[in-house]
């Protein structure tokens, strides 16, 4: 029996969400098309070698959707000689322009090329970050203004046989959207609602939807609830899924894996762009590898029909008990792995978070320390971290009953032995057992599944465990056989973080062949990217484009280099005023390109420093931190 919901097919097996098909131009998005991999070019729009020569490189990368930003009439006319030139050397690849503010622009590009992205926060409406109080009246008239400026161009689109996305995203709503919904998901919906009704009116259905979020929760939760509006609405127009200014590196990587990932794990998605802050070229392979990871077929099929009527919209953590520092109001805990090791010595510590000086004989902790140590069957002869906790086998343990050490049981092991203490019990949740009868006392859950498909398996069992009002702690323990560290950072993110976006899990436990290190930062890499914990510094950094006034990665480089022990901060590093103030989003600071060689400094959405030259913008910005108190000294 499936389980049917409000945002996608099946709570409890993978099944995608049927979208109607958009044609747009050689290709199609939607229906049963294959997922499609889109970027963005870096270059100015203006630069017509420059820019079809990046194009290339991403088409030849694998890129099948090409989007070029069109700021003035000037980019969006160009675009058709960027088009024609791409022809002339065989590329019919579809571009996409991307318009902020200027309708104008936008209906030039309707008539050169296959799509236009519009941004409903920005193309007819104010952004000054009022709070203005409406009136249903004046709300009324608003719209009315809207639609009348943004017809135009759905008949042009109609007319030409142009597909529109109508891209909402988190960090640029209106004023008037937040001044009756707020910086909400709900916002970001009734934005694009708003446009696709004015769409609708005029019989023009070649639209695709994005809600993107530097905020992964306000991602998800934001198509969710698009999806089932549209539902609502007898729609099913196709979704363009994307966590804008995921930043560089792991982190862009783990974050974007996040969200994109925790859409597709529901069958939602129907063309990706994983934003980084790297050459757009770049982008392509990660995309391509997210995507494989759902092209697999799932060898199960679960019949379950659950009784519980879980908010997948706003974020809710389970209620579990508190036992050591795990459950209750305590943090996600990560956990490392030194089973496999044929001897456990103390310069392993350095690998999950620890360094031990011998010359002070104390330990060094560092922010991203795990806080438990699998053992298997291995004892150790050495004094250990006061924050760092063991867990043993059975057998091994209860030989030695070391004071700072917990025991780790099978099912049928507890049931043997039944313990009076505190006990990990280890469920194979692709096993038959009866959730009702599982041990409640003193007993931490560390649920693993050897599918490559986890997701409906670990939600079924968290339904199972409400529906006995079970409240016991769970830990997370993934195992990959991946080698490849990109493809792993991808895979766990994406099999992770959608449960610790719906407030699951208590703690995550990822095995797999490559380093400690490795695999401790990847597990609190995901814990950050979901909200979750803050271990470091986190950097919402926009993926560059044609309106970027300055180097982006050279930039994120130097501020990173500066400010990365900071713990907690957030950073926003934008390339043009269309990715700032507002795409920030809640960073606590913001650094912003205003003009060519110059940069604006933001305190939170306020702009407190104007016009500071790009040589002296990082250390002005260091010292916008320091006036604030959010200074701290990094250790030598």
């Known amino acids: 029996m499936s389980e049917k919901t409000e945002f996608c097919n099946d709570l409890f097996n993978l099944e995608r969400f049927e979208t109607r098909e958009v044609k747009i131009g050689i290709t199609a998005i939607g229906g049963n098309n294959p997922i499609q991999i889109q970027s963005m070019t870096t270059t100015d729009t203006m630069d017509t070698l420059g820019s079809v020569e990046q194009s290339i490189r991403m088409i030849e990368a694998g890129c099948e959707l090409v989007r070029l930003t069109a700021p003035s009439k000037k980019e969006a006319e160009n675009l058709g000689v960027i088009k024609k030139e791409l022809v002339k050397r065989g590329y019919d690849t579809p571009l996409v322009a991307d318009i902020h503010f200027t309708p104008n622009a936008a ?13 409903p926060g920005n193309y007819a409406d104010k952004k000054k970050f009022e709070e203005i109080d409406y009136t249903e009246a004046s ?38 959207i937040l001044s009756r919904f707020g910086d909400t998901p709900e916002g970001m919906v009734q934005s694009a609602m708003e446009f696709i009704h004015i769409c609708r009116k005029n019989d023009y259905h070649d639209l695709v939807i994005s809600m993107k979020a530097s905020n992964t929760l306000v991602m998800v939760q934001a198509y969710r609830l698009l999806v089932k509006t549209m539902k609502e609405h007898g729609m099913n127009y196709p979704l363009h899924l994307g966590v804008t200014e995921a930043g560089d590196g792991e982190d862009g990587r783990i974050k974007s894996a996040v969200g994109i990932g925790a859409l597709l794990e529901d069958g939602l998605g129907d063309t990706i762009r994983v934003s980084l802050t790297e050459d757009p070229e770049f982008e392509i392979p990660v995309a391509q590898k997210l995507v494989q990871k759902f092209q697999k077929k799932i ?22 008990k508190a036992l050591i520092n795990i459950g209750g109001s305590n943090t996600s805990i990560v956990f490392s792995d030194l089973s496999k090791k044929e001897k456990i010595v103390s310069t392993n510590f350095f690998g999950f978070g620890y360094s031990y000086s011998e010359k002070l004989d104390k330990w060094n902790i560092s922010d991203q320390a795990a806080d438990y140590v699998y053992l298997g069957d291995h ?11 063991l867990v043993q086998n059975f057998e091994t343990w209860k ?5 700072d050490a917990y025991p780790l049981f099978t099912l049928e092991e507890y049931h043997q032995n039944k313990p009076e203490g505190i006990a990990f019990l280890l469920l194979d949740l692709d096993s038959d057992f009866t959730v009702s009868a599982l041990p409640t006392r003193n007993v931490i859950y560390v649920a693993e599944t050897k599918k490559s498909q986890k997701t409906q398996i670990i939600r079924k069992f968290q339904h199972e465990l409400a529906e006995y009002e079970n409240k016991n702690p769970v830990i997370l323990k993934l195992s990959y056989h991946l080698e490849d560290l990109e493809t792993l950072q991808l895979y766990a993110s994406s099999d992770a973080g959608i449960h610790f976006i719906d407030g699951f899990a208590d703690g995550l436990w990822i095995t797999a062949p490559r380093s400690l290190v490795d695999l401790n930062s990847l597990s609190f890499g995901i814990l950050q990217a979901t909200r979750t914990r803050i271990s470091k510094t986190e950097y919402i950094s926009c993926p560059s484009c044609g309106r970027t006034l300055f180097d982006l990665q050279e930039t994120t480089a130097k501020i990173r280099e500066r400010t990365a022990h900071l713990k907690g901060l957030k950073i926003g590093i934008m390339g043009c005023i269309v990715n700032g103030p507002g795409e920030m989003a809640d960073a606590d600071y913001g650094y912003v390109g205003t003009g060519p060689g110059k940069i604006n400094l933001y305190k939170e959405k306020t702009v407190v420093k104007k016009n500071i030259s790009e040589e002296e913008a990082v250390d002005a910005l260091i010292e916008l931190i320091r006036e604030n108190g959010d200074w701290i000294e990094p250790n030598k």
Do not use: Q, W
């Open 139 to 176: 709300y009324r008239a608003e719209l009315i203004r809207i639609e009348e400026k943004f017809t135009p161009l759905v008949l042009l689109c109609k007319e030409h046989g142009t597909a529109m996305r109508i891209g909402t995203n988190h960090g640029s709503l209106s004023d008037r």
């Open 399 to 403: 030989k030695h009953k070391r004071a």
């Open 107 to 119: 209906e030039i590009a309707a008539k050169l090329i296959e799509k236009v992205r519009v941004n």
């Open 299 to 320: 060898d199960y099929k679960l019949k379950y029909s659950s009784k519980n009527n879980f908010d997948f919209f706003h974020y809710n953590k389970r209620k579990t």
């Open 379 to 389: 004892t150790i002869d050495f004094e250990i971290p006061g924050t760092l906790r």
